[in-house]
């Protein structure tokens, strides 16, 4: 049974357009993340949520918004596409907050052109 | 959060242990070392964390210095599937999530 899954797996697009990427989690945990790794291969975190509590990180454009319908998923919503927004973005999932075991989908590969 | 600094890559021999060192030397007294993986075209994968005390699981060993400045990760007997970036990183306690960048971490190469 696959534990976080994403989807989709790719997604190409243009620019300026709007898409999302959907995350769920079958693990019964609280709480779930998004996380940009780019060309460089850094792996920096977005966002985080926890009981309808988000945590930002501040360096996130506000073209980007999760949004969860319930505890097991959590969406990435992204308006107005840009190239610098290519590049693969991962969903995890963990029991608590902070830096509990986090459990890492494969990830979503966009491509802005 | 504490800067954490790996060698960008090693190579370590099948069957073999395999020792991939990480050096965190501003790490502060409520900070957790973390080692997470990622096999190529695969997400991270959580393998071990502690605070001071040496840990061991199933995946792997934690060796901290008692000064807490390094640390080390030991995958016993490595295996071809082993091969992957490993990532070192220095949390606190009381993380908010907030800032949180895993840095370009060690490529290990098991060889056969």
């Known amino acids: 049974d696959t534990a976080v899954s994403q989807t989709p797996k790719y997604l190409v697009t243009q620019m300026g357009n709007d898409k999302s990427i959907k995350c769920e989690q079958n693990?019964?945990?609280?709480?779930m993340y998004w996380y940009k790794q780019d060309s460089k291969k850094f792996l920096k975190i977005m966002f985080s949520?926890?009981?309808?509590?988000?945590?930002i990180n501040e360096t996130v454009p506000n073209r980007f918004s999760p949004k969860s319908p319930d505890k097991a998923h959590l969406n990435l919503h992204i308006n107005s596409l840009e190239l610098g927004d290519s590049a693969v973005y991962f969903c995890?999932?963990?029991?608590?907050?902070?830096?509990?075991?986090?459990?890492f989908g494969p990830g979503t590969r966009l491509t802005v052109l | 959060d504490a800067k954490t600094t790996q060698p960008t890559s090693m190579d370590c021999a099948e069957g073999r242990a395999a020792n991939l060192p990480c050096n965190h030397s501003?790490?502060?007294?409520?900070?957790?070392v973390y080692w997470y993986r990622q096999i190529h075209s695969q997400g991270p994968q959580y393998i071990i964390h502690?605070?001071?005390n040496n840990e061991t699981n199933e995946m792997a060993s934690l060796i901290i210095t008692e000064d807490r400045k390094s640390s080390t990760l030991i995958l016993p007997h490595a295996t071809l599937r082993d091969t992957a970036v490993y990532y070192c990183?220095?949390?606190?306690?009381?993380?908010?999530?907030?800032?949180?960048?895993f840095g370009t971490g060690t490529r290990l190469t098991i060889i056969p």
């Open positions: 949520y926890n009981n309808k509590e988000l945590i």
């Open positions: 502690g605070l001071k």
């Open positions: 693990l019964g945990h609280d709480t």
């Open positions: 990183i220095a949390i606190p306690s009381n993380f908010g999530n907030e800032k949180l960048t």
């Open positions: 995890a999932s963990s029991q608590g907050s902070g830096m509990d075991e986090q459990f």
């Open positions: 501003t790490i502060s007294g409520n900070e957790y």
